[in-house]
């Protein structure tokens, strides 16, 4: 098993992390977030991750690490506790107010009241620097396969729109859709809860994250977007708006 040592100077991330929520989300690959300020711990984890097909993003800080878990809505996170601008459990706690997106800790700290401090505050698998990477595969692929977004109807069905939530793609009269990171996640959120009423609050946290919850300028903005990307005159209105409350799409059929 190969083992990876831990100590390594930080580098500046480049600016291409820092991309917009608003990106193109076709790519149906997984994705990953790895928030460590050592560059080779995170180059070697996007490596091995990137073998396993996923699609990596990056952030050093805890700072940046926040904001791309907001606006890339990663499959799975790989968290570093000794960051530079806040201690990896405070991001966790952070995280842990908006998501349920599995997290593995890796880290150098290896103290019994470390590990209880981060399993407590919301991780959900803990490894130590050096570590062996067929082991952090490993516990990775456990952690998809126990995340509540395994668990969820393969596909979302109503008229002639069809939700791929497997491979992420959209289709409209059997023609693909291109929707943003953002228009997606919130179509994803919609179709988790077919048929109920999602909240602004709601939408704006798992989209946003818990900072723009006043923002419900945002829902109108992108609503108006999905709704021209995916209703048709035959389909009607699949996305229905209920005043100062929130959003229904209509159940899967």
Do not use: C
């Amino acid at each position: 098993m190969n083992n990876m040592n831990a100590t390594a100077p930080r580098q500046q991330d480049s600016a291409d992390q820092r991309m917009p929520a608003a990106a193109d989300a076709r790519n149906s690959a997984q994705t990953a977030l790895v928030i460590d300020d050592e560059r080779p711990i995170r180059r070697l984890v996007q490596l091995l991750l990137e073998g396993e097909g996923y699609q990596v993003y990056e952030a050093e800080t805890g700072a940046l690490g926040l904001q791309l878990a907001a606006s890339r809505r990663p499959d799975v996170i790989v968290l570093d506790l000794g960051l530079p601008d806040m201690d990896g459990v405070t991001v966790l706690k952070r995280l842990r107010e908006w998501t349920h997106t599995p997290v593995l800790i890796l880290t150098v700290r290896d103290s019994e009241v470390d590990k209880v401090a981060a399993l407590d505050n919301g991780a959900d698998d803990y490894l130590t620097k050096p570590f062996g990477t067929d082991e952090l595969l490993a516990r990775l692929r456990a952690l998809r396969r126990r995340s509540p977004e395994a668990n969820e109807e393969p596909a979302y069905v109503r008229s002639d729109l069809t939700v791929d939530v497997k491979t992420r793609k959209v289709t409209v009269e059997d023609n693909e859709v291109h929707l943003t990171a953002t228009e997606y996640a919130l179509l994803h959120e919609l179709v988790r809860y077919a048929g109920k009423v999602v909240t602004q609050k709601h939408l704006l946290r798992a989209v946003w994250g818990p900072e723009a919850e006043s923002q419900s300028q945002y829902l109108r903005v992108y609503m108006t977007h999905l709704r021209k990307k995916l209703e048709t005159p035959k389909s009607g209105k699949l996305i229905e708006t209920l005043p100062n409350i929130g959003y229904r799409i209509a159940a899967s059929k």
